[in-house]
């Protein structure tokens, strides 16, 4: 329950991270003059993992018997178009709220 509740915030604060550090990861700054491809791997790294972690709350929004039916397409929706932002209140309205979303 805690990892889940965790895992919905990691997308939202790891823009703020990657926004905070961007000024570091720009051609020109000595950081990247000895790594010029970790800017990429961080961004690939983010990127990807952030959507694995709205694929997983999509596909648990579709399948939970938490959420009525009528609201499973919205959450999917507002978790695909919205996702750094949906995703952090999908977790609290519907996981931590409601136990174990199965």
């Keep these: 329950m805690v990892l889940l509740g965790t895992l919905s915030f990691v997308p939202l604060l790891g823009f703020f991270l990657f926004m905070a ?3 570091h990861l720009v051609p020109g700054s000595a950081f990247f003059a000895s790594n010029p ?3 990429f791997l961080v961004g690939l790294v983010y990127v990807v993992g952030s959507w694995v972690i709205v694929i997983g709350a999509i596909v648990l929004a579709l399948r939970s018997y938490h959420i009525r039916q009528s609201q499973r397409v919205s959450w999917a929706l507002a978790l695909f178009f919205f ?3 949906a995703l ?3 977790g609290y309205k519907c996981v931590w709220v409601h136990g174990t979303a199965t």
Excluded: G, I, K, T
């Design 37 to 39: 491809y970790l800017p």
């Design 21 to 23: 550090l961007v000024s």
């Design 83 to 85: 996702n750094m932002f």
């Design 88 to 90: 952090p209140v999908f």
